[in-house]
C-alpha cells in the first residue's frame, strides 16, 4: 500500500516543500517541521532561508519566551538606567516582515501559542511567517492545538539519517514561481477533491484544505504550469492533509473487500460516522473521482503509522518518552501567596512595596552614587515579585482490564466512573485518562483530558476480549503518570483488573513470564512515587493482585461487586478529593 | 507582500448564520451582553468578528482620550475628558472599530490595566497604563479559548462587559474608565469546559460547527482563496454587499430602541423560559432583547413570533438546568418545547392570540 517512502523520496519532498512555501509563505502562514535537532535539520533550515532569499528577517523564540518576549514591554533595566519610558520591542511587533523560529514547539505553551497563532491572523499587520521545529514524539507531546491548525505545512524529516547527494535549488526557480503564482488556475476539481480528502481524514477545521489548495498552486507555479495538475493535488495532500488526519481514510488499513467493489470510487466512502459520507460521494461530478482518489491515495502513504491501526487511539507499545529535563508550568499567578523574591517583572507580577522595601535601606549609601537628585534609588537587585503557591491540577488515570468475558461489564463501570469523576470536575478542573489493556497492547484510550464531551466519545469506542497483560499495563500507566508530572499534574493510577496476568508484552499466553513482567513493571512504577490504587474485581481472593499491589506500593481494595457510583467514590476517598 | 493584510469581507463569509446573526444582534444591541460561540477550530469564528468591525463605519473619538470617548455622548465620557471638555470643545479623530483579541496566557495586569510602573520608578508618579479593557472600549473584545481562561479573568470580564465600566482598585491606585465593549468568547468543547455559572452571563451562545456539506466546504475554500490571491480584487468584489450590510446596522441601531413588543410574544417568551427550565429572568431580558435587535435589522416594527423563535437557541440554550449525564443538546430540547407552545397557542387562539 506504500509507494516509495524511502528517505530519498521524502527529502525530494520535503525539498519541493521548501520551494512552495517560498513562494508563497504569507499564505502559508508558516511551515511546521517534524524531527530532532541535527544535520539535517540544519541543512533544510538553511536551504529555506536561501529560498527565502532575505525577504524576512529571522528572529527565534527563546525556549523560556513569554508574552512580554513577543509583545514587548518596558524594559526596567534600561528605563531606571535612561529616566524615561523604555519600550523594548516585542518579537512579533516589528514594522519589517518576521520570520519567527519556534524551537521545541511541542513545549510551547498555550499561551505563547495562542498569541502566535492570533498573531498571523490579525489584518493590518507585517507579514509574519513561522518555522515551528517539533521535537515531539508521540501524542502526548504535540504542539499546542491552536498552533498547529495554523500550520498546516508539515515537513516530516525524522525518517532521514543522512542528507541525500542532490544538487539544492535555487533562489531563481522561486522568484519565477512567485511571478507566475496569482495567474495559476485551480479547477474546480482540485478544491474538491482536497474539501473532500480533508473530510475523509476527519480534519474539522478548514484551513488544512485551504492550505492545501494554496500548496497545490504554488506547486503548479514552481513548474511554471498554468493550471494546478494532479501531482500539485497529491503533493498538497501528502504534506498537508495527511499529517493533520485524525482518522485513515478506511477502517482498519484497507479492507480488501471494497477494492472488489464496482464502484470505481472505494476511496470516497471514509468511515464517517456523522454521516458526511453521503456529502463526500454525492457531489463530486465527472472526473473528480480520479482526483479524489490521488487525493486519498497520497495522503494514505504519508499518515502517521498509528493512524492506520486505530483512529485517534494512541497505541503506546513499548514506547517510552525519552527524559527530558522536567520543565513544568510557570509557577501562576493564582493560588496562594508565597513571600516576593528577587526577579525580573516578566517572571510574574512586581511587587512594589516588596521592591520599596529592599530599596529603602540602601538609600542613605545610593545617594552618594547617584547624587541627590533622586527621591528614591533603585537598583535592578531591588525589583521584587510576587509569586503563588498552586495547588496542582490532579490526574487521576484508570487502567482498565479489557480482557476476557467479564470485560464488557467491567469496563462500563469503569465507564461509568470516569464520566462520573468527570462530571465533577466542572468544579475543581482536574483531568481524567483512561487506559484499556488487553492481548498484548495497552491503548490510551482517553488522554488526560477533563472534557465529557471528549471522554464520552473517546468511551463508546472502546474494545475489549483477550488475555491480561498487566505488566504491559502497569508500564503504560506509569508512563503516563510520569508525562503528567513533568506537565505540572500529580497523578493518580486506579488499576481495575481481576489482578492476573496471563499475556506477556509480546502476546504470549505464558503465565509464569507474564506474572514476572508485572513484578519488574510494578517495581519500576513504585519509584515514581504516584499515588497508586489498585481495585480487584475478582470473585476468588488471588494472592498474586496482593503481591502486585504491594510491589506498586499501592492500595489494595477488593470490590468483588463494583458499580460506577462506589467505584468513583472510592476513587475519591482515597485521592481525598470528597 | 509589503500590502498590510486587510479584513476578510463580512459578506463574503458563507454559512456560518448563527454566528454572523449573533454577532450582528450585539452589534445592534451591546446590550445583550456578549457572544459565546463554542465549536470546531477553523471555522472563521474571529473572521466574522474581524469583518463586522472593519464593516462599521469609524468612530469619532475625543484625540486626546487613551479610552477613545466619543465626544458626541457626554454622559459616557471618562474623568479625564469631562476635565477637556470644561475647558473647550476637545479635538477630535476618527478610529476604526476596535477588535481587541485578548490572548490566552494575559495577565490580569494586561487586561484591566495597572500602575505605571515608569512612571512610578522614574518620577515617582501614581499613574494608571490602561490595559486591553481600555483598548477594547466601543469596540469587541475577543477571546479566544474563553474557556481556558483562568476563572478568576473570566470573572473581571464578564463583570466590566456587564456594567460597561472597568474600576481598577490595586496597587494604590483608584481608577475607573468606560469600558463598553462587545464581548465575543470562543472555544472548544473537546478541550474543557466553561463553568456553568459563567455560561449563562454570556448573552447569546452559538454553536459553531465546521460545515459537513462538501458544497458549502468547498465554497468556503475557493472564495478564501480567491481573497487570499487577491484580497483588493476580492473586496472590490463585495464592497457593495458590505456597504448595504453597513446600512442595515446603522438603521437597525437607530431603530432598535422604538421596536414594539406585544404582549403576546411577551407571554410567549416567558412561558418558553418556564416551559424550558431557566434559572432567573435574564433568560428573558435577553431573548426580548436579541428579537429586538433582529426585528431592527429586518426592518420591522415589531417582534413576531417568528422572530422570537428564531432567536430562542441561541439565547436560551446555555441557560438550561443540566444534567452532565444527559446526552440530549439543549437546542433540541428548546425547539420541542416551541412547538409545543405554538401548537397549544394555535389550538386556543382566544388565550393567546400567538400564530406561528
Redesign the interface.
Known sequence: MRPETDSTAIWRDAVRAAKAFAVAP??LGGLRILGPAGGVRDAYLSLLRSLLGG?FSERRLPPSG??ETL?GG?D?AA??EA???VHRRGLLDQDV?ILLVVPMAERV???????L??SL???????LVYIALDEGRGLDEAMP??LA?RLGLTVDLREIARLPCEDLPGVDVVDAARVQL?RVE?P?AA??A???G??ALGI???????QA??LA?ASAALDGRGLVADEDVAFAARLILAPHATMAPTPEAASPESETDADPDPDASPPDR???EA??E???GQGVPDMHDIVIEAARASLPAGLLSKAGVSSRKGKRRQGKSGASRKS???GRPLASRPGA?AQG??D?LATLKAAVPWQRLRAKGFGASR??A?GRGDIHIRRYRERSESLTIFAVDASGSTAAQRLAEAKGAV?LL??DC??RRDQVALIAFRKAQADVILPP??????A?RLLAEMPSGGGTPLGLAIAAAADLADTATRNGLSPTIVFLTDGGANTTRDGTADRARAESEARLAARRAATLGSRILMIDVSRRDRPFAREISTLLDARYVKLPRSDAASLAMAVGLHTGQR | ??A????YPFSAIVGQDEMKLAVLIAAVEPSVGGVLAFG?????K??AV?GLA?LLPPLKAVAACRYGCDPDAPESLCSECRERSRAARAKTRLMPVPVV?L????????VIGA?D??????R?VKAFEPGLFAKANRGFLYI??VN?L?D?LVDVLLDVAASGENVVER??LSVRHPARFVLIGTG??????L??QLLDRFGLFVEVT??????Q??E???R??AF???PGAFQDAWRADDARLRQKVLAARGKVATVAVSDDVRILAARLCMAVGTDGLRGELTLLRAARAVAALDGASDVSVATLVRVAPMALRHRLRRD??D?AGSSVRIERALSELLAEAASAPASFGVRA
Open positions: 504569507e499564505r525577504r513569554t508574552e509583545l518596558t526596567l528605563s531606571l529616566k524615561r519610558l516582515p505553551s498555550e499561551g505563547v501559542a495562542g498569541i497563532a492570533r491572523d490579525e489584518p493590518g499587520r507585517a507579514p492545538a491552536a491548525d496569482p485551480v474546480e478544491i474538491q482536497l474539501c473532500a480533508g473530510v474539522g477545521s478548514l484551513r488544512a484544505p485551504l489548495v494554496t498552486r456523522r454521516g458526511e456529502a463526500a454525492a457531489p463530486p501562576g499567578r493564582r517583572p507580577p512586581f512594589l527621591r528614591i533603585f464520566e468527570l462530571a466542572y468544579v483530558t477533563r472534557s465529557l464531551v471528549r464520552k | 507582500m509589503d498590510m493584510r486587510i479584513a470546531d477550530r477553523g471555522t472563521g474571529s473572521t474581524r472593519a483579541e490572548p490566552l496566557g494575559a495577565s490580569e495586569d494586561r500602575l510602573l515608569e512612571q512610578a520608578l522614574t515617582g479566544d479559548e481556558l483562568e478568576h496597587e494604590g472548544n468543547p473537546e478541550e474543557g469546559e463553568r456553568p465546521t460545515p459537513t456539506d462538501l458544497a466546504r468547498v468556503v475554500v475557493r478564501r482563496e487570499e490571491n487577491d452532565p449525564m446526552e
